[in-house]
Structure formats: C-alpha cells, structure tokens
C-alpha cells in the first residue's frame, strides 16, 4: 500500500536496533506527514534490504526509530542496466524518477557523437535525490547506480555482467519486440532522437551488440528507455 | 527518421493538392527547420492518414506545399484508451506527451474519490497543444482524443467498444503480467497511488472490469498509465 511510509537510510542504519531520524526527513515524516509513537514504518538502505521499523520516540528536532523484522524487498527479479544518450537535463529527471520507480539497477547517461552532452556536479546530485525519493515513493529497496557524461567507448565496461545487450534506435523499424524469457540481467543502450552515427552503429558491430526497435514510431530518448526498461522488467513476471 | 518533418493538418488541408503555411507552423518549418523549396515533409491529419508533400514555395510570411503520395500512418495496430485518475497538471502533461508518442487513441482523465481534480479550460488547451507537438515528433498519424474532469461513472462509457479493459492498481500486488494475444482494443483505468476506494472497486466488479497490476511497485498514476499502454502497444508486434 502506498499509505506505508519507506525511508531510505544508510547500510549501517538499517543493520542498527536503534536509528535517530532528524532533519529533513524528521521534517517529512513527523511533521508533514505526522507519523507518531508506535507507528509502522519501512526503512531500505539502497542496496535491495528492507525492514520494518517502529516509531519509539519522538521529540522536537529529531525522533528515534527500532528496525525490527525483514520486509520484503519489492525490486523486480530483473536486473536491468540503462545506457542512455544524454536528453536534455528536464527530460533526464523525469528519465531517473521512472526508471527508479520501475526498479532499474543501473542508468548512465552518454555522450554520444549526435548528442554531446554532460551536466555538470550539480545537477548529477539532484538527480541522486530525484533517485532517492523516487525509490521511497515506489517502495523499492534498490537505489539505481547513477552515473553521467559516460563516453561511448565506455558502454562495454557499462554494459559488463549482463546476460544481454541490446541497442536501441529511436529511428523506425520492422522489428517487433524481442524475446525476454530466460534472461535475468539485460542492458539497453538508447539512443538520441536523431538516431546513432554511421561510426556508433559499427562500433555496436565490432561489440557483437544486437539492435532493437520499439517499432515504427519515433520515440524521444527517454521514453524509449523508459519503455524498454518496463519491458524487461514486467515481462519477467513475479517480484523478489 | 526523425529528420523527417511531420506536420499536422486539417482533414481538408490533408485532402487538398495545394494549401498553404502561415504563423507559427512557417516559423518553425521555415525560419526554424529553415525547410527550402523542394523539400519532402509528411502531412497528417490527426485521423489516422499521412501524405507525402513537397514544398513548392516561400515566400516571406507563408509558405506553400503540395500534397502527393500517401504516406504510412505509423500508427500501432492496436487501440489503446486510458482512463486516468487526474494527476496533478505537470504529471499529466508529460503523461499526455508520452502516450501520445506511444500512440495511444484516447486519454480521459477522471476525477476519483481520493483524486477530485479538474485541470480547467486553460490546461486542457495546453494538454491538446502537447499531444499535437508530441505526434508531429514522433511521425504518428493519429492525434489522440482528450477529455479532462470525467466522472468515474463515466467509465463504461469511455470504454464502450473496446474488446477488453482492464482498470489497473498501483497499489502492490502478486499477479503477473496478462495475456495480450488476440486483442485489439483495450481501455486501461488506471489509478491514484492512493488506489480505489472500496466502493470504487465495488463498481468495477459490478461492471464486471477485472484488474491487473504491473506489480508490487508502487508507481506514480501517470507511469503506470505509460507502463501499461506500451505494455498494450509494443506486446502487439507490427505497425500500421
């Protein structure tokens, strides 16, 4: 139920038998959300462990929470790494809060040849927090590993692990959409709008990487990514 | 290739062998895009048709095209209505946008017991305006039909004549993935993160409207809304 209240804290918090929440977060759940002694809480630390914790005690700057018994993860059985071309930094937002909330494991933003781009310390770390609170909001438990301004070449270290990789284009196709049974990691490489270059599409060769198309229409980067990660991530059925 | 321009028309101008381009359509094809005499761009009408046009001339204010060839639809070959519970205005203009991409047939936003919300006449323009913007970007043909502040009531009736719909839960939930083979038109109602009220889902049941839940995620209204249109809209294969 989304009434249920999750708060991400640290590997080292979640392991304790007593955590004090002060701050922002004391803000966010004692005073807009106005959670009180006894109440049922459940704390993730990022990395796929969730327990269920009890409000003990709370005081005027800061409260104090006691983990107790496991609560289920709810991260899809999937591992799915996103390899996007860097949209414009309104479009990534949005990108990050998405897949966070669909349970993507990994998104790193490229810069490619048609789309060169980067964004800057700043705007990294407000993606982190988009992250954050996208993965409390959807009662995850795994925070995605982000990472910008990757270079191309970077993708098969990016993409190391994963049973699969596909790349995508945004540029129509025939294709239909491919076969995702038995396959338990994947990484989709995404492209720009304007689609990759000549010299790109040989490098996907050189890699033995496959190509695939949502189909004829010309998605922007962003949804397609959005998209093809819900369908690794649905197609897999049951949840962990 | 998104280096074609797409460019809604009316369903006259579409039908006619010569119709000229003022205001804000000449400036953006022909300061912006900078399109010159002799160029090929694909006209749609919004109802499902597209043409092939070439541009015969320019002049300083307007522009004149001629119609030729048809041109494919790249529409999905399945129809696709979402019925949404109302998300605040800024979730639903990306909602609009990406379903629009996707080439969904119609979004209707309801208002529901624990989301009574209305967008008023200014935004609903702006969602149209979106939807036009988003269909030229993506080279489909059909602009999706909208409609703000429908009442829960009116659910069998914005769903009437589709094979089959589903209203979706954001709230968790062990089923998997359904069975899309052999359908093809779907009306999705898909709800608050706050999910249904029990009365709400009492009337499902009394319309006899099953549910289907993309899992144990909590996700937003609006990507659940996304999610299970290209879940519909992808599962489907070939395109028009």
Same mark, same amino acid.
């Given at each position: 139920m989304s009434a249920i209240t999750s708060l991400l804290v640290s590997v080292e918090e979640l392991a304790s038998e007593r955590l004090e929440i002060s701050g922002e977060p004391y803000r966010h759940l &004692?005073?807009?959300?106005r959670l009180a002694c006894g109440d049922r809480l459940r704390l993730v630390d990022g990395e796929g462990r969730a327990r269920w914790a009890r409000v003990a005690e709370v005081g005027a700057k800061s409260a104090w929470l006691e983990p107790g018994a496991t609560a289920p993860?709810?991260?899809?059985?999937r591992r799915v790494r996103l390899l996007v071309a860097s949209p414009r930094f309104q479009r990534a937002t949005w990108l990050v809060e998405k897949a966070t909330e669909l349970g993507v494991a990994e998104i790193h933003f490229l810069s490619t040849e048609r789309t060169p781009r980067e964004y800057g310390e700043g705007n990294s770390r407000r993606l982190e927090r988009i992250a954050r609170s996208a993965l409390e909001q959807s009662q995850g438990s795994l925070l995605p590993k982000l990472s910008c301004?990757?270079? &191309?070449?970077e993708i098969p270290r990016l993409a190391a692990g994963c049973e699969v990789t596909w790349y995508l284009d945004t540029t129509p196709s025939e294709e239909g959409p491919v076969d995702t049974s038995g396959t338990d990691s994947t990484a989709l490489v995404v492209g720009p709008e304007g689609g990759w270059s000549e010299g790109e599409r040989a490098r996907f060769e050189a890699w033995e990487i496959k190509s695939w198309s949502l189909g004829a229409r010309v998605l922007r980067v962003e949804t397609a990514a959005v998209v093809a990660a819900a369908w690794w991530l649905t197609s897999a059925g049951g949840e962990g």
């Open positions: &004692f005073r807009a959300r993860s709810q991260d899809p059985v301004g990757c270079s &191309f070449d």
